[in-house]
């Protein structure tokens, strides 16, 4: 079980804007930098956002991610097909003194 | 450019030690920040971080595989490698190694990952 929460899922239809929340803690989100990760059928994880809303070069700014406190969220706008996927928050733990991955969302673009 | 490559068996039994070694390029384990991790994803379920070691040889575990789990470095050959003692067919999974940038210890750069199955 995950410390991370996510929804097991989300859909949207070609165009809309849609979020998918990550919740966690004081030692984890509340206290670190969150990332989320892109993982395509078949595929390795790919990082999508890093330090809570910063996008690594090649990712299109229709992603873009937020945190307040200890939940992040991560917004897909002008969403595509190609953007169905599953969807990670990641985040740093000071208790663990390790990684916490969140349970993943299915996105289905409709 | 930064790759890595994971490799080693894909078939192991229940009770052997697991070692597989995460061959990488494009950076050196002696960059002050760099790290790099193992995460596993059983089929069909989420990621699981396992391990990492940072550049000045500092070592993390996951609490609920540490007694189970090393990780170490041969920063000549530019590996990574981790064992894993006491296979069970629960650990069948895709195991991963990735590149841990500055800020970013859950992996910026990712291997493409090899499964390995537990199976007498």
């Known amino acids: 079980q995950s410390v991370l929460t996510q929804p097991p899922s989300a859909s949207g239809t070609p165009g809309q804007r849609v979020t998918i929340s990550c919740s966690g803690s004081?030692?984890?989100?509340?206290?670190?930098?969150v990332h989320w990760y892109q993982q395509l059928p078949g595929m390795a994880p790919k990082l999508l956002i890093y330090?809570?809303?910063q996008r690594p070069s090649g990712v299109p700014d229709r992603f873009s991610g937020s945190k307040s406190g200890t939940s992040a969220s991560l917004a897909i706008s002008g969403l595509r097909s190609e953007d169905e996927a599953d969807y990670y928050c990641?985040?740093?733990?000071?208790?663990?003194?390790?990684?916490?991955f969140g349970g993943g969302t299915k996105l289905a673009v409709l | 450019q930064i790759t890595l490559k994971e490799s080693g068996p894909t078939l192991v039994k229940p009770t052997q030690t697991l070692t597989l070694t995460c061959t990488f390029s494009?950076?050196?384990?002696?960059?002050?920040?760099?790290?790099v991790g193992w995460i596993r994803q059983p089929p069909g379920k989420a990621l699981e971080w396992l391990a990492l070691?940072?550049?000045?040889?500092?070592?993390n575990y996951s609490p609920s595989l540490k007694s189970r789990l090393t990780i170490t470095e041969d920063t000549s050959k530019n590996q990574v490698v981790l064992r894993m003692t006491n296979m069970d067919p629960v650990d069948t999974a895709t195991y991963y190694c990735?590149?841990?940038?500055?800020?970013?210890?859950?992996?910026?750069?990712w291997g493409q990952g090899i499964l390995v199955s537990v199976s007498s």
């Open positions: 990735a590149h841990m940038g500055v800020g970013v210890p859950t992996g910026d750069y």
């Open positions: 494009g950076f050196s384990l002696r960059t002050n920040g760099v790290g």
């Open positions: 070691i940072y550049w000045d040889d500092e070592k």
């Open positions: 004081r030692p984890n989100i509340g206290s670190n930098f």
């Open positions: 330090r809570n809303n």
């Open positions: 990641a985040a740093w733990d000071d208790s663990l003194i390790g990684v916490l």
